[in-house]
């Protein structure tokens, strides 16, 4: 297990012999990150890592767990002096105080309802020779299990000849998740595994790379599920366990149907009402 040091937070030679200097606020961020780490004392087990290539674009896939997951899958790079641009929505770019950082570190903002902007701003990424991050479920999933894929990463890969890093993060559910209090604990480990890249074969469609990716993420995730060394302290402490490992964790059906209804809640909160039935509430008020 590794836990940062001070002395991995002021190490010269951290980012490589020669970095990038435009790339000064992302390493400024990750020091800082070190610094949490090292105050918390997360222990960590980042295992993969010669899978992500030296040098040239390629994808990282993973799984989504946590709000915390890009800082951990970030580590996973590190050691091969890479920084992953991980694509995130457009919301946070819009934060007043996350926004900048975003934005200087290279992230991509994703509008779900121009993704099109978004996959052409990644592929251009990509061919550049930057590592991009995603999480193709979307969104955290509740039930601590894989959910269902975008095709986007997929499509991304062929488009830009790039292998995609299946990749697992587990843990930091404890810390952060959706439907659940932050909690500040020190001494939580953190799994984070890298698989062996899948490069896109001749021919092959997206939606065959994507089960391939999606079958990947599952063998890891479950590698860092039955490997992490902690177990819950009692019945009140299962809820970060999926239901096949003995969790109280919402089961994957369960969650399908709230996505649903969480949706369709977000769905009629836009919807604005028309014009002429605001005036009519208005005459009626008066």
């Known amino acids: 297990m590794y836990t940062a040091s001070w002395r991995d937070v002021v190490r010269r030679d951290l980012f490589g012999p ?32 010669e899978h992500v290539p030296v040098t040239g674009g390629a994808i990282i896939c993973s799984n989504h767990v946590s709000y915390f997951d890009f800082t951990f899958l970030g580590l996973g790079a590190l050691p091969r002096h890479r920084l992953v641009r991980f694509m995130a929505k457009a919301a ?13 570190m290279q992230h991509i903002p994703v509008d779900r309802k121009a993704g099109a902007a978004a996959f052409e701003s990644a592929v251009r990424a990509l061919k ?5 991050g995603v999480f193709p479920e979307a969104t955290i999933s509740r039930s ?13 890969a062929i488009d830009a000849g790039v292998p ?27 799994t984070v595994i890298l ?3 899948l490069v896109p074969e001749t021919g092959e469609k ?41 969790g109280t964790a919402p089961r994957p059906d369960e969650i399908a149907a709230l996505d ?27």
């Open 206 to 246: 997206a939606q065959q790379l994507l089960r391939r990716t999606r079958a990947a993420m599952e063998a890891l995730l479950d590698e860092a599920q039955r490997s992490y060394p902690d177990v819950p302290a009692g019945d009140d402490d299962r809820w970060w366990q999926p239901v096949h490992l003995g």
């Open 18 to 49: 020669a970095p990038d200097p435009r790339d000064r606020p992302y390493r400024l961020v990750i020091r800082l990150a070190l610094i949490v780490f090292r105050l918390f004392r997360f222990r960590f087990d980042v295992r993969g890592s």
């Open 144 to 156: 601590f299990t894989v959910k269902d894929l975008k095709a986007g990463a997929a499509r991304m």
């Open 195 to 197: 698989g062996e890249p």
């Open 260 to 286: 649903a209804v969480e949706a369709e809640g977000k769905g009629k909160k836009l919807r604005k009402p028309h014009p002429v039935t605001r005036l009519r509430a208005r005459l009626r008020r008066r």
């Open 128 to 132: 550049d020779g930057q590592v991009v």
């Open 164 to 190: 995609i890093i299946p990749a697992a993060v587990w843990g930091g559910q404890r810390l952060a998740t959706k439907g659940h209090s932050v909690q500040w604990r020190r001494g939580v480990p953190v």
């Open 92 to 104: 946070v770019f819009g934060h007043w105080f996350a926004g900048p950082f975003m934005r200087a």
